[in-house]
């Protein structure tokens, strides 16, 4: 039984920073040097806001496992499977254990999602 399915692609980046933990950024203020520290399969659920209500859910991003040490401030690079694009910035990260697999997931939220 899989309760998420793993049909989207993400790459997960982190921009390097010096030794005093700036990030060097060029004249356009892009940073100079970045990493990915992920590629592979993910799960995209899109976030939005219920009808005439105050409340707001982020967009969310499984990885299947926890093995890759995700931060605040990472850039997610999303292709869903339908081709759709988005990119977005990690809010929050939380290890989850699924209740009746007991399957061990990472759950990303962001926040500044857009598509491209």
Do not use: W
């Not at 100079?32 to 659920?45: F, N, R």
């Not at 939380?94 to 491209?116: C, F, W």
Request: proline share 3%.
């Amino acid at each position: 039984m899989e309760l998420i399915h793993f049909d989207d692609h993400c790459e997960i980046i982190r921009n390097i920073t010096d030794g005093g933990g700036s990030i060097d950024l060029d004249d356009y203020d892009e940073p100079v040097e970045a990493e990915t520290i992920y590629s592979g399969k993910c799960c995209y659920q899109s976030g939005g806001q219920t009808y005439q209500s105050v409340s707001v859910r982020n967009d969310a991003v499984y990885l299947p496992g926890n093995a890759v040490i995700v931060m605040e401030g990472d850039t997610v690079k999303i292709r869903a499977k339908s081709g759709r694009l988005r990119t977005g910035i990690v809010k929050t990260v939380r290890d989850i254990e699924m209740p009746l697999t007991h399957a061990l997931y990472t759950k990303i939220e962001l926040k500044q999602s857009i598509g491209e």
